[in-house]
């Protein structure tokens, strides 16, 4: 008897996960109907697309013997870039740590201004960076600080978020002891916090820095600056050669920097 | 019987100054000096040294910081201050965010499916290791290359409109989703696959009794940051690419109409969209969870 009501309720639980992954496939079925004909989009012209993408990219996107000739200007653009994504990053994360401090469970002064913190870096957060930069090409024009504001602000609020979450997840343990020995606040944030979440923060700092030169890339093609503009000039010019070494010197710092950050982080955690 | 010796313990000694530390001055070193403190030191350093010597390498081409600020600041107030639509009607907007919804929904699909298979090729618990090297490779290479020139590479490939954008939103997606996926596939306990193997399980089985059941909260945890990756992903391939969506309506209010109030309600529109975004996806991970 008792068995027999087990195997029944054993049955009844795979049928269960049977019907909720048959509602949850119908689901996706009909929500991928509904967005192909809210976008106009064609299933098989997108497969199609592909290998005529392919083909396209194999007799077009190759350097040529007169892109070569550009390879120093799109160096200095590419360190440009790469600069700039470090300095962003290195600044917003300076800012964002203190800023942090004030929305953590253990340092925050009150539990009003940590909601407050963590609804500024929300905002931050989700403002697209295409608005800040399009709001600063009218007060900037096009200029570095452009892609250097545009690219902050939203650095900022990421990193706040992740920097409240990683001190909470780290640190509220010794900040706890700390207090309880009789340290102040300074002495619990550069004896405690500092200390425990830095290799964490360090980790985010690097990720940051990687998503951000894929990002100035964007904000490039938008404000003409940078290595996106660059990239786009040849591109609309149907220089595709240059335009492919552009692409090749992007995916080589882009990997470049990934290997390094990776050797850091095994390293450091 | 023999005699069983047990040697009494050598009298324990305190050797402080292996342990103890001190300076100079005379003060004892209470932190130790590991290598990830130096290395994190270390990269600190670097950083630093690396921004400021951005800032004095960057070309300012002679701005005048300050008055920049000031309209920045101005610009800010009407942005945020006083949105107003004159271009487009709300009934519009709301269309074109269902359309950059729609880009993110396809090539999430797109990117999910494929990834799944990719990541059960990529997988080191359960792939060839030679497949499984060519494929890592491949798909870092795919994530090295900006969003944006994936679109752009695509637009003349397929032509300006939706092809385009899906496909190139895919393609990162794929491959994003093939790192994460294969991640935490070879995570899972490796007892599971080689109990079923074991008892004779071929490899489709393995995959959806063990694997898939295994994995699947953290896939969906995955799918739906790269969702929300994807949405903003979708505005910003809009705006830089002409793929159309809300993304194209703040480009198009930004840079040809020159309009901030009508760039502030779509901006409204695209944050608050996000944040219910995110709170959608945090209620469908518990459930799955």
């Known amino acids: ?269 | 019987m023999s005699e069983i010796i047990i040697s009494s313990p050598a009298p324990m000694e305190l050797d402080l100054h292996k342990y103890m530390h001190k300076d100079r001055s005379g003060k004892i070193k209470i932190a130790a000096k590991s290598k990830s403190s130096i290395a994190i030191r270390l990269t600190i350093l670097v950083l630093f040294v690396l921004t400021v010597y951005a800032f004095i390498s960057f070309d300012y081409k002679n701005i005048n910081f300050a008055q920049s600020v000031a309209a920045t600041w101005e610009n800010v107030k009407v942005l945020f201050g006083q949105p107003r639509l004159t271009y487009n009607s709300f009934g519009g907007a709301m269309h074109a965010l269902l359309v950059t919804f729609s880009l993110g929904v396809l090539s999430t699909i797109f990117g999910a499916i494929l990834a799944f298979f990719g990541a059960l090729l990529c997988a080191k618990n359960i792939a060839n290791p030679a497949v499984s090297n060519v494929i890592k490779s491949l798909v870092a290479f795919i994530r090295a290359v900006p969003t944006i020139l994936w679109v752009l590479i695509f637009t003349v490939a397929a032509g300006l409109g939706s092809v385009a954008a899906v496909v190139g939103l895919t393609f990162h997606s794929a491959a994003y989703l093939i790192k994460a996926y294969s991640e935490s596939i070879e995570e899972m306990d490796q007892g599971t696959i080689e109990a079923l193997r074991a008892s004779g399980a071929n490899f489709w089985q393995i995959v959806f009794q063990a694997i898939f059941p295994a994995s699947l909260s953290y896939m969906t945890a995955w799918t739906f940051l790269r969702f929300e990756i994807n949405f903003t992903n979708a505005i910003a391939v809009g705006a830089a690419a002409g793929a159309g969506g809300i993304g194209y309506d703040l480009y198009m209010a930004g840079s040809f109409y020159f309009d901030l109030h009508e760039l502030g309600f779509i901006t409204y529109v695209v944050v608050i969209a996000v944040i219910l975004l995110e709170m959608l996806a945090t209620k469908i991970k518990a459930k799955v969870r």
């Open chain 1, 1 to 269: 008897m008792e068995n027999n009501k087990k195997l029944k309720e054993n049955i009844s639980i795979f049928t269960k996960r049977k019907q909720t992954f048959t509602l949850a496939f119908l689901g996706v079925i009909v929500l991928f109907g509904l967005a192909s004909f809210i976008t106009n989009f064609n299933v098989i012209e997108g497969f199609e697309s592909i290998p005529k993408a392919v083909v396209w990219i194999a007799t077009n996107l190759v350097p040529n013997e007169k892109s070569w000739s550009r390879l120093p200007n799109i160096l200095s653009k590419l360190i440009e870039t790469a600069l700039l994504s470090v300095a962003v990053t290195v600044c917003a994360g300076i800012c964002a740590f203190f800023f942090s401090l004030l929305g953590t469970r253990a340092t925050r002064i009150n539990p009003w201004i940590g909601r407050i913190v963590r609804f500024i870096a929300a905002f931050f957060r989700n403002v697209p960076d295409v608005v800040w930069a399009m709001l600063l090409l009218f007060s900037f024009g096009q200029n570095i600080l452009t892609g250097f504001f545009a690219l902050f602000f939203t650095t900022f609020g990421m990193l706040t978020r992740t920097f409240i979450e990683t001190i909470d997840e780290v640190s509220s343990q010794c900040v706890e002891a700390l207090t309880a020995t009789g340290s102040n606040y300074i002495q619990t944030v550069f004896q405690g916090i500092v200390p425990s979440a830095m290799s964490e923060i360090v980790t985010w700092v690097l990720f940051m820095i990687e998503t951000n030169i894929r990002s100035s890339t964007l904000i490039g093609v938008l404000t003409a600056t940078g290595i996106g503009y660059i990239f786009d000039l040849y591109y609309k010019r149907l220089d595709y050669g240059a335009a492919s070494l552009v692409v090749i010197s992007i995916v080589v710092l882009v990997i470049g920097i990934e290997l390094i950050s990776n050797q850091i982080r095994k390293v450091i955690m």
